[in-house]
């Protein structure tokens, strides 16, 4: 009797850990979450190196910047300077958060925040990029990082 006790008891422990586990691996997201606030540099930027030193390039900092999985964010789009940009969202991530992203005007050097976002898939990369400033490397991507194991 004392066995059979045991066994119950030690199956229990095992059952517990391993759904525990399971939710660990699936975090839930609260409806009421604050979403994160991530930064990204955009604009000119001179002294490049090499012999075009002194030509600015209109670039992104980083230019793939990780956004978190199943959890909401802004991405807050800082100038450099105050040159006016359309910053422009590519398909991928409107499929993605399921969303009609508008294009977003900065301007006057002044941050501005895209609409609360989030993705819920793993490993991606989606496009966004300046319409005016495409072809000089005004564009970046967004990365989610790789599934967990």
């Known amino acids: 009797m004392v066995v059979r006790w045991l066994t119950l008891v030690v199956m229990t422990t095992l059952l517990g850990s391993v759904l525990a586990c399971g939710e660990a691996a699936t975090p839930t997201v609260p409806a009421d979450a ?6 990204w540099t955009i604009g000119p930027q001179g002294g490049l190196g090499g012999a075009g030193a002194f030509i600015t390039k209109h670039v992104w900092e980083p230019r793939e910047l990780e956004v978190p999985v199943n959890y ?11 040159t006016k940009d359309t910053i422009a969202f590519g398909k991928s991530i409107k499929e993605a958060t399921g969303l009609e992203l508008p294009d977003l005007i900065v301007q006057d050097g002044q941050p501005v925040n895209s ?3 989030l993705i ?7 496009d966004i990029f300046s319409r005016n400033f495409r072809g000089t490397g005004g ?3 967004l990365i989610t990082p790789a599934e967990p194991q």
């Open 139 to 141: 564009y970046g991507a």
């Open 72 to 82: 909401p964010f802004i991405i807050r789009f800082v100038p450099r300077d105050d």
């Open 120 to 126: 819920s898939e793993y490993g991606g990369t989606f």
């Open 34 to 39: 604050e979403p994160r606030i991530i930064e």
């Open 115 to 117: 609409p609360v976002l």
